[in-house]
C-alpha cells in the first residue's frame, strides 16, 4: 500500500516538473523572440538614424553650394555672407562628428538648418531687391548720360549755329561801299587832269545801307599811292589798325553813320607834290577794306 502512495506522488512531481519545464521553455521562447523583435527594431533604427544624419549632411552641404553662388557688390553684405557659409561649415563638422544614435542632437542641427535656410532667403530677396536697384540705377545712369549727350550735341549744334549767325551778323554789319570815284581838283574846286595845276586828289563814294550795322560815328581812312607805289602822307606818319594790321594812311574823316546810304569825299594832299602818273586809292573803316580807285595825272 505504501509502495503505490509513493509511486502516485512520484508521478505528480513528475507531472509537476514536466509543466514547470515547459512554461519555462515557453517563457525563454517568448523572450528570445522579445529579444530579437528589440535588437531588429534597434539596428532599424540606427539605420534610419544614420540615413537621417547622412541626408542632413547633403543637405548642409547643397546650402553651402547655394551660399556660395550668392554675391553681391554691397561689401557690408558680403561679410554678412562669408559669415553665414561659415556657419554652414561649422554645422557640417558638428554633424559629422556626431553619433547618429545621438536623435537630440540630430534634431537639433536639423533645427538649426531650418534656421539657416531661412536666413539665406532673406538674403536672396536682399540681394535681388539690390540688383533690382542696381538695375534700376544702371538704366538711370545710362538713360542720364544719354540725356547728357543729347543735351551736349543740341549745345554743340546751337554754338555752331549761334557762332554761325554771329559771324554772319559780324560779316553783314560790315559797312560796304560803292561808286568810288578819284579826281584831281585845283584851288578853285574844278576838275582837272593836269599834275601841274592839281592842288589836292579827291576821293568820294558812297557808304551803303546796312541796317545791322552799328550806328553813329565811324572814320573812314584813306591810302594814296603816287606813282612810284608808296604811299603818301603829310606831315608825319598816320597809323590805324584795321582787321588787327596797322597800315600807314594818307587822309581820314569822321562821319555819321545811321544806317542809310551816306556820301563821304576825302581830301588829301597840298600844291605841288603831284607828278605825271597814275594815282590811286584805298579806302578803309577799322573793320575792312571798302574799296579802291584810281587817276591819271598827265
Given at each position: 500500500?505504501?509502495?503505490?502512495?509513493?509511486?502516485?506522488?512520484?508521478?505528480?512531481?513528475?507531472?509537476?516538473?514536466?509543466?514547470?519545464?515547459?512554461?519555462?521553455?515557453?517563457?525563454?521562447?517568448?523572450?528570445?523572440?522579445?529579444?530579437?523583435?528589440?535588437?531588429?527594431?534597434?539596428?532599424?533604427?540606427?539605420?534610419?538614424?544614420?540615413?537621417?544624419?547622412?541626408?542632413?549632411?547633403?543637405?548642409?552641404?547643397?546650402?553651402?553650394?547655394?551660399?556660395?553662388?550668392?554675391?553681391?557688390?554691397?561689401?557690408?553684405?558680403?561679410?554678412?555672407?562669408?559669415?553665414?557659409?561659415?556657419?554652414?561649415?561649422?554645422?557640417?563638422e558638428?554633424?559629422?562628428?556626431?553619433?547618429?544614435?545621438?536623435?537630440?542632437?540630430?534634431?537639433?542641427y536639423?533645427?538649426?538648418?531650418?534656421?539657416?535656410?531661412?536666413?539665406?532667403?532673406?538674403?536672396?530677396?536682399?540681394?535681388?531687391?539690390?540688383?533690382?536697384?542696381?538695375?534700376?540705377?544702371?538704366?538711370?545712369?545710362?538713360?542720364?548720360?544719354?540725356?547728357?549727350?543729347?543735351?551736349?550735341?543740341?549745345?554743340?549744334?546751337?554754338?555752331?549755329?549761334t557762332?554761325?549767325?554771329?559771324?554772319?551778323v559780324?560779316?553783314?554789319?560790315?559797312?560796304?561801299?560803292?561808286?568810288?570815284?578819284?579826281v584831281?581838283?585845283?584851288?578853285?574846286?574844278?576838275?582837272?587832269?593836269?599834275?601841274?595845276?592839281?592842288?589836292?586828289?579827291?576821293?568820294?563814294?558812297?557808304?551803303?545801307?546796312?541796317?545791322?550795322?552799328?550806328?553813329?560815328?565811324?572814320?573812314?581812312?584813306?591810302?594814296?599811292?603816287?606813282?612810284?607805289?608808296?604811299?603818301?602822307t603829310?606831315?608825319?606818319?598816320?597809323?590805324?589798325?584795321?582787321?588787327?594790321?596797322?597800315?600807314?594812311?594818307?587822309?581820314?574823316?569822321?562821319?555819321?553813320?545811321?544806317?542809310?546810304?551816306?556820301?563821304?569825299?576825302?581830301?588829301?594832299?597840298?600844291?605841288?607834290?603831284?607828278?605825271?602818273?597814275?594815282?590811286?586809292?584805298?579806302?578803309?573803316?577799322?573793320?575792312?577794306?571798302?574799296?579802291?580807285?584810281?587817276?591819271?595825272?598827265?
Open positions: 500500500m505504501e509502495d503505490i502512495n509513493e509511486q502516485g506522488a512520484s508521478s505528480r512531481r513528475e507531472k509537476r516538473l514536466k509543466v514547470v519545464t515547459i512554461c519555462l521553455a515557453v517563457i525563454a521562447v517568448v523572450l528570445l523572440g522579445v529579444l530579437a523583435y528589440i535588437w531588429i527594431d534597434r539596428n532599424g533604427m540606427i539605420g534610419n538614424l544614420k540615413t537621417e544624419k547622412e541626408e542632413l549632411t547633403l543637405q548642409l552641404q547643397d546650402l553651402r553650394m547655394d551660399y556660395n553662388e550668392l554675391s553681391s557688390n554691397n561689401d557690408s553684405l558680403n561679410v554678412q555672407l562669408d559669415r553665414e557659409r561659415e556657419k554652414v561649415d561649422q554645422l557640417i558638428r554633424v559629422q562628428q556626431t553619433e547618429a544614435t545621438n536623435r537630440t542632437k540630430i534634431r537639433q536639423e533645427q538649426e538648418l531650418g534656421t539657416l535656410r531661412s536666413i539665406m532667403r532673406h538674403y536672396i530677396t536682399q540681394i535681388d531687391s539690390l540688383n533690382t536697384l542696381n538695375t534700376a540705377l544702371r538704366e538711370d545712369a545710362m538713360a542720364a548720360r544719354e540725356d547728357a549727350r543729347k543735351s551736349q550735341r543740341e549745345y554743340n549744334e546751337l554754338r555752331s549755329t557762332d554761325e549767325y554771329a559771324r554772319k559780324e560779316i553783314g554789319s560790315v559797312i560796304k561801299g560803292r561808286n568810288f570815284g578819284l584831281a581838283v585845283m584851288s578853285n574846286g574844278k576838275d582837272t587832269d593836269r599834275s601841274s595845276r592839281t592842288e589836292k586828289l579827291k576821293c568820294c563814294f558812297f557808304l551803303m545801307e546796312n541796317d545791322i550795322a552799328p550806328k553813329g560815328p565811324r572814320r573812314i581812312y584813306i591810302r594814296v599811292k603816287g606813282p612810284d607805289g608808296v604811299v603818301m603829310g606831315e608825319g606818319e598816320s597809323v590805324f589798325s584795321v582787321a588787327g594790321e596797322s597800315l600807314i594812311y594818307s587822309a581820314s574823316r569822321e562821319v555819321d553813320y545811321q544806317g542809310s546810304d551816306l556820301e563821304v569825299c576825302i581830301f588829301f594832299g597840298t600844291p605841288g607834290i603831284f607828278r605825271k602818273g597814275v594815282y590811286s586809292v584805298d579806302v578803309y573803316t577799322h573793320e575792312a577794306k571798302l574799296g579802291s580807285t584810281d587817276v591819271t595825272l598827265k
